[in-house]
Structures are given as structure tokens and as C-alpha cells.
């Protein structure tokens, strides 16, 4: 906890925001300041974060900027795993980290896949878990539960054909409530 207080006071002006959480540190920046921030935890004598964990992203559909990128650093140095957070909306592109760190390339394709999020200079973005084919990002919460084309096979063809699916709901509606609210005690 001395390390994440004393990196606190080490955080640059551009830093919109940060949080604690299970001792861990979450800090919030803009997509302009990703690469600086990205820099500034792998370089920085008392932090070295110099291994990326993971980067992925959540939907929050009715925000005006809908994506909430995350990307998971660890500094073996200190112990220490810490959040940078970024939030994008459709159509603003992310600078890839791919050139800072090498492990970005698989962790950008698989959230470009999922989710739809521009990486700009990206040595190879292209899709990774689902086909080059495949229409939309699957993780988006406005995809349709059973996609866009239905597979069955044909007696009449003797083969599988894709058609396209007929939906009776065009987007699926939230409650952003939880259940759990109910079970709180007074």
C-alpha cells in the first residue's frame, strides 16, 4: 500500500483520475495519453511495469463514449498489478501499444474481434477467435443473442448452408440493475 500511495503522488497532471481497489491502482486517462502513460509505468525507476497482462474493454451502450478500454500492467519489481482505463466511443481510434509492448499484438486483435475497437497502428489487425467472414463483434452488448446467419444442413442439397437468420428483436434491452440490491439489508 506504501508503493501505490507514494505512485500517486508520482502521477503525471494528464492522469484524469484514479481509484484503489484491493490494492491495486486504477488510473484513467484519455486515449490521447495512453502511450505516454504506457511509457511513463514501464520506465519509471520505482514502478517498471514492464509486462502487459492483458487489455480488453467493456460495453456500456448508453454512454456517450461506449467502450471502456482496460489494460492490465505488472511491475514484478514492486508486486504490483495496475489498471490503466481509457473510454472511447464508436468511431475513435486507440494508438496500439504493439511497439511499446510486443504482447499488445495479441490482446488488441482479440479486443478489435470482440468488440469493434480501432487500434490505429497496428501491425496486423485482423480477426482472431471468430471467421474472416463473421458479421459484427460478438462481446457488443447490441449483437443479437443468436447472431446474424443461421448454419443447418440441407436433405435436399446434401450439405450445410448458410442462411440468413430472421430476428423478431432487433437489439436486447438492459436493466442495469442488480439482484443483488434487493438482498441488502437496511
Not at 481510434?93 to 478489435?112: M, Q, Y
Request: aromatic content about 14%; hydrophobic content about 40%.
Amino acid at each position: 500500500m506504501a508503493f501505490i500511495n507514494s505512485l500517486i503522488l508520482m502521477l503525471p497532471s494528464w492522469v484524469l483520475n484514479y481509484s484503489i481497489c484491493n490494492d491495486e491502482l486504477s488510473i484513467e486517462v484519455s486515449p490521447d495519453n495512453l502511450k505516454k502513460i504506457s511509457l511513463f509505468l514501464r520506465d519509471h525507476s520505482g514502478i517498471q511495469a514492464k509486462v502487459l497482462v492483458d487489455i480488453t474493454a467493456v460495453d456500456y451502450p448508453k454512454r456517450l463514449e461506449r467502450f471502456e478500454v482496460v489494460y492490465i500492467f505488472l511491475s514484478i519489481q514492486q508486486n504490483c498489478r495496475l489498471r490503466v482505463k481509457t473510454s472511447v466511443d464508436l468511431l475513435t481510434p486507440i494508438d496500439s501499444l504493439v511497439g511499446i509492448f510486443p504482447a499488445a499484438n495479441w490482446f488488441e486483435r482479440e479486443t478489435w474481434d470482440m468488440f469493434g475497437i480501432f487500434f490505429a497502428h497496428h501491425p496486423d489487425l485482423r480477426r482472431i477467435l471468430t471467421d474472416y467472414g463473421f458479421d459484427g463483434h460478438p462481446l457488443r452488448k447490441d449483437f443479437p443473442l443468436s447472431g446474424f446467419i443461421e448454419y443447418r444442413y440441407h436433405d435436399a442439397k446434401k450439405r450445410v448452408v448458410s442462411e440468413p437468420l430472421q430476428l423478431t428483436q432487433e437489439l436486447r434491452f438492459f436493466d442495469f440493475t442488480t439482484p443483488w440490491e434487493i438482498l441488502k439489508k437496511d
